[in-house]
């Protein structure tokens, strides 16, 4: 039994097809992290779910009860938006309580639910303030702890921490996830952002364009993007996709880049299909911190590139190098020095790279 399953949902505006055909499910305890610019129907397919929104065509289904029709409060499930969506006239304890009492849940229950979760929460110091009174990050826990008192089946979660500063959106994020470590709930969770996806979810489903591009673990999102646009997507800075063409032959495969006077051999990779490989074009490629300043595994090619440019940023450096005038990337710790305008070797890591076909942009 899935704890939460989307089948076949499609979704316009008008004219304008927000969501198309998308397929996903979710186990129990899962973190899903919805994952997209902004745009891509995160938030339609998350008010789908919460029964905010009307579908079009698809169903979807919680503990394998088809709710596509039920209404929100009736599915059994608390969402925390970004806004928060706090009253402005009620303290935190009746902001907490609201749904409870909308529930005629009886004042026990109540009492001993606010309790819990306003301690687990850190905001039993808090219960009279009004929300104007407390800080980005206290409202945000309020926002959660009303949801908490609920003890839903599945939470939703839409952008919670995208109005708070950069240093306390670190913080509420390890505290989210410490919560679902500790309450082992159901979460599917709406970001933009690549770093708060990675460290939370244990599925992230990548979207574009209303359509589910790879829906997989945090390590499979990375090291084995199903497409370029998951591929340039997940990094900082994103993975190099270097054109150019693979030449087979019986006993090896050759990669050279447009225009340059070397090949790369990737007899180790590991392609889909090892049929007609032969003069197709492909990207090939490698993310800025798969390339070395010192040779570290056997197989790692050499190659001699110019550096063009030199971004310094604290702990680390981004070395901008020319790959027969295609931009390479490379991501070296700030100790290393780097002459510009000179050739410099470096090293690939040929087990870390992807490849990709140039006119599908899907993996191969
Ligand atoms: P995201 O949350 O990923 O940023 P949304 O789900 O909010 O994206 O929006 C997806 C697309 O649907 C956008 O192009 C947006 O303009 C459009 N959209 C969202 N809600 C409505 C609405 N109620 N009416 C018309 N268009 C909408
Ligand atoms: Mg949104």
Do not use: W
């Amino acid at each position: 039994m899935k704890t939460l399953k989307i089948e076949e949902l499609s979704k316009n505006f008008g004219s304008t097809e927000v969501l198309r055909k998308i397929n996903l499910e979710i186990d129990e305890g899962n973190f899903l992290v919805l994952l997209g610019p902004s745009g891509c129907g995160k938030s339609t397919l998350l008010n789908i779910i919460a029964g905010l929104e009307t579908i079009n065509e698809g169903n979807v289904y919680i503990d394998d009860y088809n709710v596509s029709k039920v209404e929100p409060k009736d599915r059994n499930i608390a969402m925390v938006f970004q806004s928060y969506a706090l009253y402005p006239s009620m303290n935190v304890r009746e902001n907490m309580i609201f749904g409870l009492k909308q529930a005629k849940v009886s004042k026990e229950k109540i009492e001993e639910q606010l309790e819990k979760v306003s301690k687990f929460l850190q905001v039993d110091a808090l219960l009279e303030r009004k929300p104007s009174q407390l800080s980005g990050g206290q409202r945000q826990r309020v926002a959660i702890g009303r949801a908490l008192v609920r003890e839903p089946r599945i939470f939703l979660f839409d952008e919670p921490l995208s109005n708070l500063d950069a240093k306390l959106r670190v913080e509420m994020r390890r505290e989210i996830k410490k919560l679902h470590q500790q309450l082992k709930t159901t979460v599917v969770y709406v970001t933009h952002d690549q770093t708060e996806a990675m460290s939370l979810g244990t599925k992230i489903a990548i979207m574009n364009h209303g359509v589910i591009q790879q829906n997989e673990s945090p390590e499979n999102i990375y090291n084995k993007p199903s497409n370029t646009f998951v591929a340039d997507f997940i990094g900082s800075p994103s993975m190099n996709l270097i054109k150019g063409n693979l030449k087979q032959s019986s006993d090896r495969i050759l990669f050279t880049a447009e225009g340059a006077n070397f090949d790369i051999p990737i007899n180790s990779y590991d392609f889909d299909d090892t049929s007609q490989l032969n003069n197709k074009e492909i990207y090939f490629g490698i993310r800025p911190e798969h390339i070395y300043f010192k040779k570290s595994n056997e197989n790692d090619f050499e190659v001699n590139l110019k550096a063009d440019l030199s971004e310094y940023i604290g702990h680390e450096q981004i070395i901008t190098f020319n790959l027969a005038n295609q931009e390479l990337l490379a991501k070296f710790s700030s100790t290393i020095k780097i002459e510009l305008n000179k050739e410099t070797k470096l090293y690939f890591d040929l087990t870390q790279v992807s490849m990709f076909d140039a006119n599908s942009q899907e993996r191969i």
